[in-house]
C-alpha cells in the first residue's frame, strides 16, 4: 500500500476509515489519531487532505450520502408509471432497512449529529433535498417531500422492530400517500 502524498486511494480510505469508525464506535469517539490509524495512513496525512475534524466529517457524510443517492438513482431511475415507482420506493425502503447495519447507523449518527450541531444541517438538507429530486421523477414535490420523511421513518421502524420486514405494508403506506395526492390534483 503506498504511503507518498502520490498515493490517490489515501484520501478515499482516510474517509471509509471515518466512516467505519463512526458506524463501530460513534462519532463521540472519532479523533484524527484513531481513523488514521484505521485508515493506514501516517498522521500528519490528516491535516494534508483536511484542515480539521469538522471538514473531515462533513466530507465523510458527503461521501456517504453519495452512496446512498446512488441507491436512490438505481431503483428510481427506470420505474415507469405510478405503480411502478410506489413498488421502486417499496424496494428501496426494504433494501436500506434490510441491508448493511452501517448505512443504517450512520444515517442516525449524522442525523444526531445535525440535530445536535446546526452547522452540520446543510448536510441533511441537502440529503433531503437530493433524495426528493429522485422522487420527483415520479411524483409532485409535496408528495416526494412526504415520501422523504416516510422512508426515512419506515427505515428506522423496520431497522430497530423486533418484527419481521412486511413489504405489502411498506407498499400500502406508500400508496395511500402518493393515491391521496395524486386524487387531489
Not at 484513531?34 to 473531515?56: C, H, N, Q
Not at 433494501?95 to 449518527?109: A, I, K, M
Not at 427505515?155 to 422492530?161: A, C, V
Request: with cysteine; hydrophobic share 40%; charged share 25%.
Amino acid at each position: 500500500m503506498p504511503t507518498g502524498h502520490t498515493d490517490a486511494q489515501r484520501r478515499e480510505r482516510i474517509l471509509t476509515a471515518a466512516l467505519d469508525f463512526i458506524a463501530e464506535e460513534g462519532i463521540q469517539s472519532v479523533s484524527h489519531r484513531k481513523i488514521a490509524a484505521r485508515a493506514g495512513v501516517p498522521l500528519g496525512s490528516m491535516t494534508y487532505y483536511f484542515s480539521g475534524m469538522d471538514e473531515l466529517l462533513r466530507a465523510a457524510f458527503r461521501h456517504f450520502m453519495d452512496h446512498i443517492m446512488s441507491m436512490f438513482d438505481a431503483h428510481l431511475r427506470t420505474p415507469a408509471g405510478p405503480d411502478q415507482a410506489r413498488q421502486a420506493v417499496a424496494d428501496l425502503v426494504y433494501v436500506l432497512s434490510t441491508g448493511d447495519r452501517r448505512d443504517v447507523v450512520l444515517t442516525q449518527e449524522l442525523c444526531t449529529l445535525s440535530a445536535r450541531r446546526p452547522a452540520y444541517r446543510e448536510l441533511t438538507n441537502e440529503w433531503m433535498r437530493r433524495s426528493r429530486v429522485h422522487l420527483e421523477k415520479h411524483f409532485d414535490p409535496d408528495t416526494s417531500r412526504q415520501l422523504t420523511a416516510l422512508i426515512t421513518g419506515l427505515i428506522l421502524h423496520h431497522t430497530l422492530s423486533r418484527q419481521v420486514h412486511d413489504q405489502a405494508l411498506t407498499v400500502e403506506a406508500i400508496s395511500r400517500i402518493t393515491t391521496t395526492a395524486r386524487s387531489s390534483h
